[in-house]
């Protein structure tokens, strides 16, 4: 069936392309009644970086806000995006706490888990479909889509191919910094709809000013679901907006279905909170402009932040295109990696040494060293050894295994290291992703609690105190989402 189905990603990726992760809690749930009826074939809402930013600048609970948003939008399948072994952290975890972790995301209310690696190494992806399949989520692995004599049409059909017999229930072809032009995408979703038996999902950005007509293109081809999200933070770096192709496919073989009355209903709410997060200097306008850099350097939208930043602080702005200019050396030598955390922070900043030292490869970052050494998984392409032996030294040795394969189970230790502090299974997953920022946040909890808590009552000495039972966490029946495709 020709019909298109819509992934709206206003609850999490729209918002952390264009404002730095900082939307509310509060902010969300006034539009949740609507946004439940339009008939969104999911909402991503959670993971990627919602779950550190939460703990880390919102003072929320990652955890209660997925519940809130489970309680809140009761028809609507919820989504997330998760880093494969990494799982929302910058490391690799040991298998028990990925499927810990799988585990409590889908018990607390997540229906549909998105799971990338930035190298495409189908081993660091394992463990998290295994789990996903294993506690009943619906499981899309997604292709790390980038452009070099590496990756070809043939490379992400043959991993595609892999991920299915892995278990995938769809494909994601997530294209994070926009590179995939329309009849590149054209031409990639009609090999997979051909050669591959599950739905097709293509997550792409606006941020070369393509995002619109690459999901037309593919539309043509026949993918299933795309991802869009609301205009008053659609497009720029950020999803292309959803209301205009919904208009757009009306009254086509491709019509959505949804309403466009209730979407302007939502996007109402949304252009208060997208004005509140401008007034509080999150969202820069800059996000909204066309950057055709990333055509010619491949660099995402969020890595150029992140090298001006860098170049900021060393006082060294004027070496802005020097630095563009070596990113693609760097990237070649290391194996042509893909361009997404953690990776693109990683070439990013070897080449700023390389500019800023005035030599390249003078000296070498921690994680570059770890990327080049095999910590992170497989690197794609043929790495240039004599820049692995300068940083590695002689005899440095590469991993060949699956990097988790070198870890021992660690659940226990962490729980053993929150005893006393810990409330439930959940906190000692925070903790485990980001230890620091988590206790930061416990001890933020207590002290608010302490406050808040009413002067004790003098206890009736005849009445047995009743202690109220633990409320359980309702699970949704995840329907089965290929119906109609």
């Keep these: 069936m020709a019909k298109l189905f819509i992934t709206d990603t206003i609850l999490r990726d729209a918002h952390q392309s264009q404002a730095a992760t ?20 999911s909402l991503e809402c959670w993971g990627g970086a919602t779950f550190d930013s939460c703990l880390r600048f919102l003072n929320e609970d990652p955890w209660e806000r997925l519940r809130t948003l489970r309680r809140a939008l009761p028809h609507t399948k919820l989504q997330m995006l998760f880093r494969g072994q990494n799982i929302l952290g910058y490391k690799h975890y040991a298998d028990d706490v990925v499927e810990q972790f799988c585990r409590k995301a889908i018990e607390n209310g997540i229906d549909v888990i998105r799971i990338f690696d930035a190298l495409n190494d189908v081993r660091n992806l394992e463990a998290a479909i295994k789990f996903t399949k294993k506690y009943g989520g ?146 820069d306008p800059k996000v909204l402009s066309v950057d055709t850099n990333t055509l010619m350097y491949q660099v995402p939208g969020g890595m150029l932040s992140n090298l001006i930043s860098q170049l900021k602080q060393a006082n060294a702005e004027d070496k802005y295109y020097e630095v563009l200019a070596e990113v693609p050396r760097v990237r070649e030598d290391f194996g042509y990696p893909p361009l997404v955390t953690p990776t693109s922070q990683i070439v990013g900043s070897q080449a700023v040494l390389n500019v800023l030292s005035g030599e390249r490869y003078k000296m070498f970052t921690k994680e570059s060293k770890g990327l080049l050494a095999g910590e992170y998984g497989r690197l794609p392409g043929k790495v240039n050894e004599e820049v692995r032996r300068k940083a ?94």
Aim: aromatic share 6%; net charge negative.
């Design 22 to 41: 900082r939307m509310r809690v509060e902010d969300m749930l006034p539009a949740c009644e609507i946004l439940d009826s339009i008939g969104y074939w």
């Design 392 to 485: 590695l030294g002689e005899d440095g040795k590469v991993i060949t295994c699956r990097p988790a394969d070198l870890l021992e189970p660690e659940l226990k230790k962490y729980t053993e290291d929150l005893k006393g502090i810990a409330r439930s299974e959940e906190d000692v997953l925070s903790y485990a992703l980001f230890p620091q920022v988590a206790m930061k946040f416990f001890e933020a909890r207590d002290k608010k609690e302490e406050a808040q808590a009413p002067a004790p009552a003098a206890p009736a000495p005849e009445k047995k105190a009743e202690v109220p039972a633990k409320e359980g966490v309702r699970t949704l029946y995840v329907e089965d989402l290929t119906e109609n495709m």
């Design 138 to 283: 619906w499981c899309e692995p997604a292709l790390s889509y980038t452009i070099s004599p590496v990756h070809s049409e043939d490379y992400f059909v043959k991993l595609a191919k892999e991920l299915v017999q892995m278990g995938a229930d769809s494909i994601c072809i997530k294209d994070m910094a926009n590179l995939l032009l329309p009849y590149s995408a054209y031409s990639l979703v009609k090999r997979l709809k051909a050669e591959v038996e599950v739905p097709i999902h293509l997550h792409t950005h606006n941020t070369t000013g393509t995002g619109d007509m690459t999901i037309l293109k593919a539309v043509e081809a026949g993918v299933d679901i795309v991802d869009t999200a609301l205009s008053p933070l659609g497009n720029g770096t950020s999803q292309p907006a959803t209301e205009p192709l919904v208009a757009t496919l009306k009254g086509t073989e491709y019509d959505t279905g949804l309403d466009l009355n209730k979407m302007a209903e939502a996007a109402k709410h949304f252009r208060t909170v997208a004005a509140k997060l401008k007034k509080e200097g999150y969202l």
